[in-house]
Protein backbone atom coordinates (compact mmCIF):
# COMPACT_ATOMS: atom_id res chain seq x y z
CA UNK A 1 0.00 0.00 0.00
CA UNK A 2 1.13 3.89 -0.96
CA UNK A 3 1.31 6.16 1.55
CA UNK A 4 -1.34 8.73 2.15
CA UNK A 5 -3.93 6.79 -0.27
CA UNK A 6 -6.72 5.06 1.49
CA UNK A 7 -6.36 1.51 0.41
CA UNK A 8 -9.09 -0.14 -1.45
CA UNK A 9 -8.62 -3.02 0.66
CA UNK A 10 -10.09 -1.65 4.27
CA UNK A 11 -9.36 -4.17 7.15
CA UNK A 12 -13.40 -4.46 7.11
CA UNK A 13 -13.63 -5.39 3.06
CA UNK A 14 -10.52 -8.00 3.61
CA UNK A 15 -12.87 -9.88 6.27
CA UNK A 16 -15.67 -9.75 3.97
CA UNK A 17 -13.29 -10.95 1.29
CA UNK A 18 -12.43 -13.76 4.00
CA UNK A 19 -16.21 -14.80 4.97
CA UNK A 20 -17.10 -14.94 0.90
CA UNK A 21 -16.64 -19.00 0.64
CA UNK A 22 -18.08 -19.93 3.82
CA UNK A 23 -20.99 -17.47 2.94
CA UNK A 24 -21.12 -19.33 -0.86
CA UNK A 25 -21.17 -22.68 1.01
CA UNK A 26 -23.89 -21.85 2.96
CA UNK A 27 -25.92 -20.68 0.13
CA UNK A 28 -25.84 -23.29 -1.82
CA UNK A 29 -26.03 -26.20 1.03
CA UNK A 30 -27.87 -24.36 3.73
CA UNK A 31 -29.92 -21.06 2.79
CA UNK A 32 -31.03 -22.25 -0.83
CA UNK A 33 -32.17 -25.63 0.09
CA UNK A 34 -34.38 -24.09 2.64
CA UNK A 35 -35.80 -21.78 0.82
CA UNK A 36 -36.53 -24.02 -2.30
CA UNK A 37 -38.37 -26.10 0.23
CA UNK A 38 -40.63 -23.24 1.29
CA UNK A 39 -41.38 -22.67 -2.53
CA UNK A 40 -41.86 -26.65 -3.46
CA UNK A 41 -44.34 -26.63 -0.59
CA UNK A 42 -46.95 -24.85 -2.17
CA UNK A 43 -46.60 -26.99 -5.81
CA UNK A 44 -46.91 -30.57 -7.03
CA UNK A 45 -43.73 -31.88 -8.61
CA UNK A 46 -42.87 -35.26 -9.27
CA UNK A 47 -40.16 -36.87 -10.27
CA UNK A 48 -42.33 -39.92 -11.53
CA UNK A 49 -44.40 -37.47 -13.68
CA UNK A 50 -41.29 -35.91 -15.39
CA UNK A 51 -40.56 -33.23 -13.10
CA UNK A 52 -43.71 -30.75 -14.32
CA UNK A 53 -44.10 -28.43 -11.43
CA UNK A 54 -47.83 -26.52 -10.97
CA UNK A 55 -49.04 -24.52 -8.44
CA UNK A 56 -50.95 -26.18 -5.47
CA UNK A 57 -51.65 -23.94 -3.01
CA UNK A 58 -52.20 -25.19 0.62
CA UNK A 59 -52.77 -28.42 -0.72
CA UNK A 60 -49.75 -30.41 0.79
CA UNK A 61 -49.75 -28.64 4.35
CA UNK A 62 -53.59 -28.97 4.76
CA UNK A 63 -53.16 -33.06 3.74
CA UNK A 64 -50.29 -33.51 6.36
CA UNK A 65 -52.10 -31.68 9.05
CA UNK A 66 -55.91 -33.17 8.17
CA UNK A 67 -55.68 -36.11 6.32
CA UNK A 68 -52.58 -37.60 7.19
CA UNK A 69 -52.43 -40.57 9.54
CA UNK A 70 -49.60 -41.80 8.97
CA UNK A 71 -47.42 -38.34 9.85
CA UNK A 72 -49.65 -38.60 12.75
CA UNK A 73 -48.23 -41.67 13.90
CA UNK A 74 -44.30 -40.77 12.38
CA UNK A 75 -44.84 -37.43 15.18
CA UNK A 76 -45.96 -39.86 18.02
CA UNK A 77 -43.23 -41.75 17.62
CA UNK A 78 -40.66 -39.15 17.10
CA UNK A 79 -41.61 -37.58 20.44
CA UNK A 80 -41.99 -40.67 22.49
CA UNK A 81 -38.30 -41.41 20.93
CA UNK A 82 -36.80 -38.40 21.81
CA UNK A 83 -38.34 -38.08 25.40
CA UNK A 84 -37.59 -41.43 26.28
CA UNK A 85 -34.19 -41.67 25.00
CA UNK A 86 -32.98 -38.00 25.86
CA UNK A 87 -34.11 -39.07 29.49
CA UNK A 88 -32.45 -42.32 29.65
CA UNK A 89 -29.13 -41.36 28.22
CA UNK A 90 -29.42 -37.71 30.44
CA UNK A 91 -29.51 -39.75 33.65
CA UNK A 92 -26.94 -42.66 32.51
CA UNK A 93 -24.55 -39.33 30.68
CA UNK A 94 -24.84 -37.45 34.34
CA UNK A 95 -23.81 -40.50 36.22
CA UNK A 96 -20.96 -41.52 33.86
CA UNK A 97 -19.43 -38.08 33.78
CA UNK A 98 -19.98 -37.56 37.90
CA UNK A 99 -17.92 -41.14 37.72
CA UNK A 100 -15.42 -40.23 34.93
CA UNK A 101 -15.02 -36.65 37.09
CA UNK A 102 -13.46 -38.57 40.04
CA UNK A 103 -9.64 -39.18 40.12
CA UNK A 104 -8.98 -43.02 39.56
CA UNK A 105 -6.57 -45.54 37.80
CA UNK A 106 -7.23 -46.14 34.30
CA UNK A 107 -9.39 -43.20 33.92
CA UNK A 108 -7.58 -41.96 30.25
CA UNK A 109 -8.85 -45.64 29.51
CA UNK A 110 -12.34 -45.23 30.50
CA UNK A 111 -13.18 -42.03 29.32
CA UNK A 112 -11.52 -43.43 25.97
CA UNK A 113 -14.19 -46.26 25.80
CA UNK A 114 -16.94 -43.92 26.72
CA UNK A 115 -16.28 -41.47 23.55
CA UNK A 116 -16.17 -44.39 21.53
CA UNK A 117 -19.66 -45.32 20.82
CA UNK A 118 -20.31 -41.44 19.92
CA UNK A 119 -17.13 -41.32 17.27
CA UNK A 120 -18.23 -44.63 15.90
CA UNK A 121 -20.86 -44.72 12.24
CA UNK A 122 -24.44 -45.07 13.53
CA UNK A 123 -25.10 -47.19 10.50
CA UNK A 124 -22.60 -49.76 11.15
CA UNK A 125 -23.78 -49.94 14.99
CA UNK A 126 -27.11 -49.91 14.01
CA UNK A 127 -25.99 -52.93 11.84
CA UNK A 128 -24.27 -54.56 14.57
CA UNK A 129 -27.42 -54.07 16.88
CA UNK A 130 -29.56 -55.84 14.30
CA UNK A 131 -27.09 -58.76 14.75
CA UNK A 132 -26.87 -58.54 18.42
CA UNK A 133 -31.04 -58.29 18.32
CA UNK A 134 -31.05 -61.25 16.31
CA UNK A 135 -34.16 -63.78 16.93
CA UNK A 136 -32.16 -66.95 17.00
CA UNK A 137 -28.73 -66.09 16.55
CA UNK A 138 -28.30 -62.80 18.81
CA UNK A 139 -26.56 -62.52 21.36
CA UNK A 140 -29.31 -60.22 23.52
CA UNK A 141 -31.49 -63.20 24.11
CA UNK A 142 -29.47 -65.69 24.99
CA UNK A 143 -27.96 -63.54 27.55
CA UNK A 144 -31.27 -63.07 28.88
CA UNK A 145 -32.52 -66.65 28.43
CA UNK A 146 -29.41 -67.44 30.91
CA UNK A 147 -30.12 -64.79 33.47
CA UNK A 148 -33.79 -66.60 32.96
CA UNK A 149 -35.18 -62.93 32.67
CA UNK A 150 -36.72 -64.29 29.20
CA UNK A 151 -38.42 -67.82 28.86
CA UNK A 152 -38.40 -68.00 25.21
CA UNK A 153 -36.33 -65.87 22.61
CA UNK A 154 -37.71 -62.42 21.18
CA UNK A 155 -37.98 -61.00 17.75
CA UNK A 156 -36.92 -58.09 19.62
CA UNK A 157 -37.36 -55.93 15.94
CA UNK A 158 -40.21 -57.60 14.75
CA UNK A 159 -43.06 -56.68 17.47
CA UNK A 160 -44.70 -53.67 18.19
CA UNK A 161 -43.87 -52.14 21.43
CA UNK A 162 -40.37 -53.99 21.93
CA UNK A 163 -39.02 -52.83 18.55
CA UNK A 164 -39.39 -49.17 19.42
CA UNK A 165 -37.39 -49.59 22.78
CA UNK A 166 -35.04 -51.61 21.34
CA UNK A 167 -34.32 -48.62 18.78
CA UNK A 168 -34.11 -46.94 21.91
CA UNK A 169 -31.54 -49.23 23.90
CA UNK A 170 -29.54 -48.55 20.47
CA UNK A 171 -29.95 -44.95 20.76
CA UNK A 172 -29.03 -44.36 24.47
CA UNK A 173 -25.88 -46.95 24.32
CA UNK A 174 -24.72 -44.64 21.08
CA UNK A 175 -25.39 -41.04 22.49
CA UNK A 176 -24.87 -41.46 26.40
CA UNK A 177 -20.99 -40.66 25.37
CA UNK A 178 -21.85 -37.45 23.93
CA UNK A 179 -24.01 -36.27 26.93
CA UNK A 180 -21.47 -37.89 29.34
CA UNK A 181 -18.30 -35.70 27.70
CA UNK A 182 -20.75 -32.22 27.99
CA UNK A 183 -21.39 -32.66 31.29
CA UNK A 184 -17.72 -33.72 32.00
CA UNK A 185 -16.47 -30.69 30.56
CA UNK A 186 -19.16 -28.44 32.36
CA UNK A 187 -18.45 -30.67 35.42
CA UNK A 188 -14.75 -29.37 35.10
CA UNK A 189 -15.39 -25.92 35.04
CA UNK A 190 -16.84 -25.90 39.08
CA UNK A 191 -14.47 -24.53 40.80
CA UNK A 192 -13.58 -26.93 43.93
CA UNK A 193 -13.64 -23.91 46.73
CA UNK A 194 -16.97 -24.25 46.29
CA UNK A 195 -17.15 -27.85 47.34
CA UNK A 196 -14.63 -27.12 49.93
CA UNK A 197 -16.98 -24.52 51.27
CA UNK A 198 -20.27 -26.58 51.08
CA UNK A 199 -18.26 -29.13 53.16
CA UNK A 200 -17.30 -26.68 55.94
CA UNK A 201 -21.19 -25.84 56.17
CA UNK A 202 -21.65 -29.43 56.63
CA UNK A 203 -23.22 -30.53 53.49
CA UNK A 204 -23.35 -33.82 52.78
CA UNK A 205 -22.61 -35.48 49.48
CA UNK A 206 -26.16 -35.28 48.23
CA UNK A 207 -26.69 -31.82 49.37
CA UNK A 208 -23.27 -30.75 47.68
CA UNK A 209 -24.72 -32.19 44.44
CA UNK A 210 -28.36 -30.60 45.06
CA UNK A 211 -26.92 -27.17 46.13
CA UNK A 212 -23.69 -26.85 44.24
CA UNK A 213 -23.15 -29.18 41.03
CA UNK A 214 -26.60 -28.99 40.08
CA UNK A 215 -27.20 -24.77 39.52
CA UNK A 216 -24.20 -24.60 38.04
CA UNK A 217 -24.16 -27.35 35.68
CA UNK A 218 -27.43 -26.22 34.37
CA UNK A 219 -26.25 -24.13 31.47
CA UNK A 220 -24.53 -26.93 30.39
CA UNK A 221 -27.52 -29.23 31.13
CA UNK A 222 -29.91 -26.87 29.32
CA UNK A 223 -27.17 -26.63 25.92
CA UNK A 224 -26.89 -30.86 26.12
CA UNK A 225 -30.84 -31.29 26.39
CA UNK A 226 -31.30 -29.04 23.56
CA UNK A 227 -28.55 -30.43 21.02
CA UNK A 228 -29.50 -33.88 21.81
CA UNK A 229 -33.14 -33.47 21.87
CA UNK A 230 -33.09 -31.71 18.08
CA UNK A 231 -30.31 -34.93 17.39
CA UNK A 232 -33.29 -37.32 18.55
CA UNK A 233 -36.24 -35.20 17.05
CA UNK A 234 -33.99 -35.59 13.48
CA UNK A 235 -33.06 -39.29 13.78
CA UNK A 236 -32.53 -41.68 10.45
CA UNK A 237 -29.71 -43.41 10.27
CA UNK A 238 -30.16 -45.97 13.60
CA UNK A 239 -33.98 -46.15 12.78
CA UNK A 240 -33.47 -46.88 8.99
CA UNK A 241 -30.42 -49.46 9.38
CA UNK A 242 -32.62 -51.96 12.26
CA UNK A 243 -35.92 -51.06 11.14
CA UNK A 244 -36.56 -49.15 8.07
CA UNK A 245 -39.62 -48.37 10.33
CA UNK A 246 -41.42 -51.17 10.89
CA UNK A 247 -43.20 -53.20 12.21
CA UNK A 248 -46.33 -51.25 10.86
CA UNK A 249 -44.57 -48.21 11.16
CA UNK A 250 -44.77 -48.35 14.41
CA UNK A 251 -40.86 -47.02 14.71
CA UNK A 252 -40.92 -44.56 11.79
CA UNK A 253 -40.06 -41.46 12.84
CA UNK A 254 -40.33 -38.15 10.65
CA UNK A 255 -37.31 -38.45 9.07
CA UNK A 256 -37.96 -41.63 8.27
CA UNK A 257 -41.18 -41.01 7.10
CA UNK A 258 -40.08 -38.31 5.08
CA UNK A 259 -37.35 -40.12 3.43
CA UNK A 260 -39.44 -43.15 2.57
CA UNK A 261 -42.12 -40.69 1.70
CA UNK A 262 -40.39 -38.68 -1.19
CA UNK A 263 -38.01 -41.43 -2.60
CA UNK A 264 -40.80 -44.41 -2.80
CA UNK A 265 -43.62 -42.04 -4.52
CA UNK A 266 -40.73 -39.54 -5.88
CA UNK A 267 -43.26 -36.58 -4.65
CA UNK A 268 -40.96 -33.56 -4.00
CA UNK A 269 -43.53 -31.26 -3.44
CA UNK A 270 -45.16 -33.20 -0.65
CA UNK A 271 -41.22 -34.10 0.80
CA UNK A 272 -40.83 -30.19 0.98
CA UNK A 273 -44.27 -29.81 2.70
CA UNK A 274 -42.91 -32.45 5.18
CA UNK A 275 -39.76 -31.06 5.59
CA UNK A 276 -41.02 -27.44 6.41
CA UNK A 277 -42.99 -29.03 8.98
CA UNK A 278 -39.84 -30.45 10.44
CA UNK A 279 -38.07 -27.40 10.33
CA UNK A 280 -40.97 -25.90 12.23
CA UNK A 281 -41.05 -28.18 14.61
CA UNK A 282 -37.47 -28.27 15.43
CA UNK A 283 -37.49 -24.04 16.08
CA UNK A 284 -40.55 -24.88 18.82
CA UNK A 285 -38.38 -27.83 20.22
CA UNK A 286 -35.74 -24.59 20.16
CA UNK A 287 -37.70 -22.23 21.42
CA UNK A 288 -39.44 -24.11 24.21
CA UNK A 289 -35.97 -25.11 25.90
CA UNK A 290 -34.42 -21.58 25.42
CA UNK A 291 -37.66 -20.20 27.05
CA UNK A 292 -36.74 -22.83 30.09
CA UNK A 293 -33.06 -21.45 30.00
CA UNK A 294 -34.87 -17.69 30.30
CA UNK A 295 -37.22 -18.78 33.43
CA UNK A 296 -34.01 -19.84 35.35
CA UNK A 297 -32.09 -17.18 34.86
CA UNK A 298 -34.71 -14.76 35.85
CA UNK A 299 -35.25 -17.14 38.99
CA UNK A 300 -31.99 -17.37 39.73
CA UNK B 1 -19.41 -46.11 56.75
CA UNK B 2 -18.48 -49.06 54.76
CA UNK B 3 -14.56 -50.00 55.28
CA UNK B 4 -12.74 -47.83 52.59
CA UNK B 5 -11.18 -51.25 50.62
CA UNK B 6 -15.26 -52.17 50.59
CA UNK B 7 -16.03 -48.60 48.59
CA UNK B 8 -12.98 -48.81 46.26
CA UNK B 9 -14.06 -52.24 45.04
CA UNK B 10 -17.50 -50.83 44.64
CA UNK B 11 -16.60 -47.83 42.86
CA UNK B 12 -14.25 -49.96 40.38
CA UNK B 13 -16.85 -52.36 39.46
CA UNK B 14 -19.65 -49.51 38.35
CA UNK B 15 -16.29 -48.01 36.23
CA UNK B 16 -15.67 -52.01 34.89
CA UNK B 17 -19.64 -52.05 33.84
CA UNK B 18 -19.42 -48.67 32.44
CA UNK B 19 -16.48 -49.51 30.26
CA UNK B 20 -17.96 -52.53 29.67
CA UNK B 21 -21.74 -51.06 28.14
CA UNK B 22 -19.56 -49.00 25.83
CA UNK B 23 -17.60 -51.31 24.26
CA UNK B 24 -19.18 -54.60 24.63
CA UNK B 25 -21.21 -53.99 21.16
CA UNK B 26 -17.94 -53.17 19.32
CA UNK B 27 -16.22 -56.47 21.06
CA UNK B 28 -19.12 -58.72 19.95
CA UNK B 29 -18.58 -57.37 15.92
CA UNK B 30 -14.64 -58.26 17.22
CA UNK B 31 -15.84 -61.85 18.30
CA UNK B 32 -18.32 -62.22 15.44
CA UNK B 33 -15.85 -61.27 12.59
CA UNK B 34 -13.17 -63.73 14.07
CA UNK B 35 -15.79 -66.74 14.30
CA UNK B 36 -16.12 -69.91 11.77
CA UNK B 37 -19.22 -69.36 9.69
CA UNK B 38 -20.77 -72.46 10.89
CA UNK B 39 -20.23 -71.03 15.09
CA UNK B 40 -21.77 -67.65 14.00
CA UNK B 41 -24.99 -69.53 13.78
CA UNK B 42 -25.27 -72.04 16.69
CA UNK B 43 -27.37 -72.05 19.75
CA UNK B 44 -26.53 -71.70 22.22
CA UNK B 45 -24.49 -68.79 21.28
CA UNK B 46 -20.85 -69.42 21.32
CA UNK B 47 -19.01 -66.45 23.27
CA UNK B 48 -15.36 -67.18 21.92
CA UNK B 49 -14.52 -69.03 18.74
CA UNK B 50 -12.36 -72.49 18.25
CA UNK B 51 -10.23 -70.94 16.10
CA UNK B 52 -9.60 -67.80 14.71
CA UNK B 53 -11.04 -67.40 11.26
CA UNK B 54 -10.31 -64.58 9.29
CA UNK B 55 -12.19 -65.54 5.95
CA UNK B 56 -14.54 -62.91 6.32
CA UNK B 57 -12.14 -60.58 5.66
CA UNK B 58 -11.16 -61.65 2.42
CA UNK B 59 -14.61 -62.49 1.47
CA UNK B 60 -15.62 -59.30 2.04
CA UNK B 61 -13.25 -57.80 -0.32
CA UNK B 62 -13.82 -60.28 -2.97
CA UNK B 63 -17.46 -60.55 -3.09
CA UNK B 64 -18.12 -56.42 -2.26
CA UNK B 65 -16.38 -54.07 -3.52
CA UNK B 66 -15.58 -53.15 -0.35
CA UNK B 67 -11.94 -52.02 -0.96
CA UNK B 68 -13.20 -49.43 -3.64
CA UNK B 69 -16.07 -48.32 -0.83
CA UNK B 70 -12.78 -47.48 1.81
CA UNK B 71 -10.74 -45.44 -1.07
CA UNK B 72 -14.27 -43.81 -1.51
CA UNK B 73 -14.72 -42.91 2.00
CA UNK B 74 -10.87 -42.26 2.64
CA UNK B 75 -11.06 -39.62 -0.01
CA UNK B 76 -14.32 -38.03 0.00
CA UNK B 77 -13.84 -37.58 3.93
CA UNK B 78 -10.06 -36.46 3.73
CA UNK B 79 -11.11 -34.13 0.57
CA UNK B 80 -14.27 -32.60 2.38
CA UNK B 81 -11.93 -32.11 5.75
CA UNK B 82 -9.45 -29.80 3.83
CA UNK B 83 -11.87 -27.98 2.17
CA UNK B 84 -14.11 -27.58 5.39
CA UNK B 85 -11.33 -26.22 7.29
CA UNK B 86 -9.41 -23.85 4.86
CA UNK B 87 -12.86 -22.35 4.13
CA UNK B 88 -13.53 -22.33 8.03
CA UNK B 89 -10.34 -20.80 9.09
CA UNK B 90 -10.56 -17.95 6.81
CA UNK B 91 -14.16 -17.55 8.33
CA UNK B 92 -12.93 -17.82 11.89
CA UNK B 93 -10.46 -15.37 11.44
CA UNK B 94 -12.59 -12.81 10.06
CA UNK B 95 -15.10 -12.92 13.10
CA UNK B 96 -12.23 -12.84 15.34
CA UNK B 97 -9.92 -10.17 14.12
CA UNK B 98 -12.23 -7.72 12.23
CA UNK B 99 -15.29 -5.84 13.50
CA UNK B 100 -17.80 -7.02 10.90
CA UNK B 101 -21.20 -6.68 10.81
CA UNK B 102 -22.33 -8.69 13.72
CA UNK B 103 -19.36 -10.94 14.07
CA UNK B 104 -21.36 -12.37 17.24
CA UNK B 105 -24.70 -12.74 15.74
CA UNK B 106 -22.81 -14.57 12.57
CA UNK B 107 -22.02 -16.97 14.70
CA UNK B 108 -25.22 -17.59 16.70
CA UNK B 109 -26.92 -17.23 13.15
CA UNK B 110 -24.65 -20.46 12.15
CA UNK B 111 -25.26 -22.13 15.54
CA UNK B 112 -28.81 -22.20 14.69
CA UNK B 113 -28.23 -23.60 11.37
CA UNK B 114 -26.00 -26.72 12.42
CA UNK B 115 -29.03 -27.34 14.60
CA UNK B 116 -31.67 -28.33 12.30
CA UNK B 117 -32.41 -32.07 11.16
CA UNK B 118 -30.00 -32.16 8.13
CA UNK B 119 -33.02 -34.38 6.84
CA UNK B 120 -35.07 -31.27 5.57
CA UNK B 121 -32.49 -30.27 2.99
CA UNK B 122 -32.67 -33.52 1.52
CA UNK B 123 -35.27 -32.98 -1.24
CA UNK B 124 -33.64 -29.98 -2.56
CA UNK B 125 -30.20 -31.51 -2.20
CA UNK B 126 -31.13 -34.15 -4.33
CA UNK B 127 -33.22 -32.03 -7.14
CA UNK B 128 -29.81 -30.51 -7.28
CA UNK B 129 -27.91 -32.82 -7.71
CA UNK B 130 -29.68 -34.85 -10.02
CA UNK B 131 -30.31 -32.01 -11.96
CA UNK B 132 -26.86 -31.72 -12.49
CA UNK B 133 -25.77 -35.00 -13.45
CA UNK B 134 -23.54 -35.44 -9.90
CA UNK B 135 -25.28 -38.50 -9.21
CA UNK B 136 -22.55 -40.97 -7.61
CA UNK B 137 -20.52 -38.48 -8.33
CA UNK B 138 -17.45 -37.46 -5.03
CA UNK B 139 -18.86 -33.67 -5.44
CA UNK B 140 -22.08 -34.63 -4.25
CA UNK B 141 -21.02 -35.55 -1.27
CA UNK B 142 -18.02 -33.27 -0.58
CA UNK B 143 -19.49 -29.99 -0.98
CA UNK B 144 -22.29 -30.41 1.55
CA UNK B 145 -20.17 -32.47 3.85
CA UNK B 146 -17.69 -29.39 3.63
CA UNK B 147 -20.65 -26.80 3.91
CA UNK B 148 -22.80 -28.75 6.85
CA UNK B 149 -19.17 -29.31 8.87
CA UNK B 150 -18.54 -25.58 8.51
CA UNK B 151 -20.52 -24.39 11.72
CA UNK B 152 -19.03 -26.70 14.25
CA UNK B 153 -15.27 -25.91 12.44
CA UNK B 154 -15.74 -22.09 12.42
CA UNK B 155 -16.91 -22.25 15.82
CA UNK B 156 -14.39 -24.09 17.39
CA UNK B 157 -11.59 -22.33 14.99
CA UNK B 158 -12.94 -19.04 16.03
CA UNK B 159 -12.56 -20.00 19.79
CA UNK B 160 -8.99 -20.43 19.58
CA UNK B 161 -8.38 -17.40 17.19
CA UNK B 162 -9.48 -15.14 19.84
CA UNK B 163 -6.83 -16.18 22.23
CA UNK B 164 -4.10 -15.98 20.58
CA UNK B 165 -3.16 -12.50 21.20
CA UNK B 166 -3.36 -9.35 19.05
CA UNK B 167 0.33 -7.94 19.79
CA UNK B 168 1.84 -10.68 17.60
CA UNK B 169 -0.18 -9.53 14.90
CA UNK B 170 0.84 -6.05 15.18
CA UNK B 171 4.60 -7.29 15.09
CA UNK B 172 3.76 -8.98 11.97
CA UNK B 173 2.15 -6.17 10.35
CA UNK B 174 5.22 -3.54 11.48
CA UNK B 175 8.01 -6.68 9.96
CA UNK B 176 6.00 -5.80 6.47
CA UNK B 177 3.64 -9.34 6.45
CA UNK B 178 0.74 -9.03 4.66
CA UNK B 179 -2.25 -9.15 6.25
CA UNK B 180 -2.93 -12.43 3.84
CA UNK B 181 0.81 -13.54 4.94
CA UNK B 182 -0.42 -12.97 8.67
CA UNK B 183 -2.84 -15.39 8.66
CA UNK B 184 -0.89 -18.24 6.57
CA UNK B 185 2.45 -17.64 8.56
CA UNK B 186 1.65 -16.21 11.95
CA UNK B 187 -2.24 -17.71 12.93
CA UNK B 188 -2.15 -20.79 11.48
CA UNK B 189 0.95 -22.66 12.18
CA UNK B 190 0.33 -21.30 15.78
CA UNK B 191 -3.05 -22.75 15.21
CA UNK B 192 -2.16 -25.60 14.25
CA UNK B 193 -3.28 -27.94 17.39
CA UNK B 194 -7.16 -26.26 17.28
CA UNK B 195 -6.65 -27.46 13.50
CA UNK B 196 -5.79 -30.91 14.19
CA UNK B 197 -8.59 -31.46 16.49
CA UNK B 198 -10.88 -29.81 14.53
CA UNK B 199 -9.56 -32.11 11.31
CA UNK B 200 -10.03 -35.32 13.39
CA UNK B 201 -13.55 -34.25 14.27
CA UNK B 202 -14.86 -33.02 10.84
CA UNK B 203 -13.52 -36.22 9.27
CA UNK B 204 -14.98 -38.45 11.65
CA UNK B 205 -18.20 -36.67 10.80
CA UNK B 206 -17.62 -37.00 7.11
CA UNK B 207 -17.00 -41.17 7.37
CA UNK B 208 -19.75 -41.29 9.43
CA UNK B 209 -22.29 -39.56 7.48
CA UNK B 210 -25.02 -41.75 6.29
CA UNK B 211 -28.27 -39.98 5.06
CA UNK B 212 -26.41 -38.28 2.09
CA UNK B 213 -24.17 -41.38 1.39
CA UNK B 214 -27.46 -43.17 0.85
CA UNK B 215 -29.11 -40.89 -1.32
CA UNK B 216 -26.59 -39.29 -4.00
CA UNK B 217 -24.77 -43.07 -4.02
CA UNK B 218 -26.59 -45.24 -5.91
CA UNK B 219 -24.53 -47.52 -7.90
CA UNK B 220 -22.69 -50.16 -4.94
CA UNK B 221 -19.01 -49.24 -6.41
CA UNK B 222 -19.59 -45.27 -5.54
CA UNK B 223 -20.78 -45.76 -2.35
CA UNK B 224 -19.02 -44.98 1.12
CA UNK B 225 -18.00 -47.72 3.83
CA UNK B 226 -21.25 -46.79 6.46
CA UNK B 227 -24.20 -47.31 3.54
CA UNK B 228 -22.12 -50.40 1.91
CA UNK B 229 -22.43 -51.66 5.48
CA UNK B 230 -26.05 -51.25 5.86
CA UNK B 231 -26.32 -52.75 2.05
CA UNK B 232 -25.00 -55.97 2.66
CA UNK B 233 -28.29 -57.39 4.15
CA UNK B 234 -29.30 -59.64 1.53
CA UNK B 235 -32.84 -59.69 -0.59
CA UNK B 236 -34.40 -61.60 2.58
CA UNK B 237 -33.64 -60.98 6.51
CA UNK B 238 -32.09 -64.86 6.23
CA UNK B 239 -29.48 -63.98 3.49
CA UNK B 240 -27.45 -61.34 5.60
CA UNK B 241 -23.96 -62.56 5.62
CA UNK B 242 -23.19 -61.24 9.24
CA UNK B 243 -19.92 -63.08 9.24
CA UNK B 244 -18.99 -60.29 6.48
CA UNK B 245 -21.02 -57.61 8.46
CA UNK B 246 -18.50 -57.89 11.58
CA UNK B 247 -15.61 -57.39 9.31
CA UNK B 248 -16.47 -54.61 7.75
CA UNK B 249 -17.77 -52.95 11.13
CA UNK B 250 -14.16 -53.71 12.47
CA UNK B 251 -12.23 -52.23 9.40
CA UNK B 252 -14.82 -49.41 9.30
CA UNK B 253 -14.71 -48.20 12.79
CA UNK B 254 -10.44 -49.38 13.38
CA UNK B 255 -9.46 -45.91 12.02
CA UNK B 256 -11.82 -44.47 14.57
CA UNK B 257 -10.90 -46.44 17.28
CA UNK B 258 -7.45 -45.56 16.53
CA UNK B 259 -8.50 -42.06 16.60
CA UNK B 260 -9.95 -41.77 20.28
CA UNK B 261 -7.17 -43.75 21.69
CA UNK B 262 -5.00 -41.63 20.19
CA UNK B 263 -6.44 -38.18 20.79
CA UNK B 264 -8.82 -38.71 23.88
CA UNK B 265 -8.51 -35.55 25.01
CA UNK B 266 -8.23 -33.52 21.99
CA UNK B 267 -11.85 -35.00 21.13
CA UNK B 268 -13.25 -33.72 24.16
CA UNK B 269 -11.54 -30.90 23.98
CA UNK B 270 -12.46 -29.79 20.61
CA UNK B 271 -16.14 -31.22 21.13
CA UNK B 272 -16.90 -29.18 24.35
CA UNK B 273 -15.37 -26.14 23.24
CA UNK B 274 -17.87 -24.68 20.50
CA UNK B 275 -20.70 -25.97 23.23
CA UNK B 276 -19.42 -25.11 26.43
CA UNK B 277 -17.18 -22.12 26.80
CA UNK B 278 -19.16 -20.33 23.62
Redesign the interface.
Known sequence: MKHGKKPF?T??R???L??L??LL??G???I???A??VY?SFHEKSIATGMVESFAGFKHYLKIFTRDLRFRQALGNTLYFTVVSVGIEFLLGLS?AL??N?N?R?R??????????W??????????????Y?D????AN?IL??LGIIREAVAWLGKSPLAMHAAIFSDA?KTT??MA??L???LQ?IPQELYAAASIDGAGGWARFRYVTLPLLRP?II??L??RS?QA??V??LI??LTQGGPGGTTETL?VY??SY??RYLN?GY??AL??A??AL?LII?FVILFFQREEVELG | MKSKKGRMVFFYCLIALVVLFSLSPFLWQVITSFKPSQEIFSRPVKYLPSHIDLSAYSRIFIRHPFGRQILNSIFIASISTFLCLSVASLAAYAVARFKIMGGRGFLLFILLLSLFPPVVLIVPLYEMVSSWGLMNNWLALIIPYASLNLPFAIWVMNSFFQQIPGALEDAAKVDGLSRLGILVRIILPLSAPALATTAILVFIFCWNEFLLALTFMTRDAARTVPVGIAMLSGASQYEIPWDQISAATVLTTLPLVTFVILFQRKIVEGLTAGAVKG
Not at chain 1, 108 to 117: K, T
Request: no cysteine; charged share 10%; hydrophobic share 65%.
Open positions: LDRFGYLLPALFLVIYPVRNLFLLLFFNFARASVILPALPTAVMAMAWRWIHIYGVDLRWSFLMLAGSVLALFLFAFDWVSLYTFLGSSVIFSI
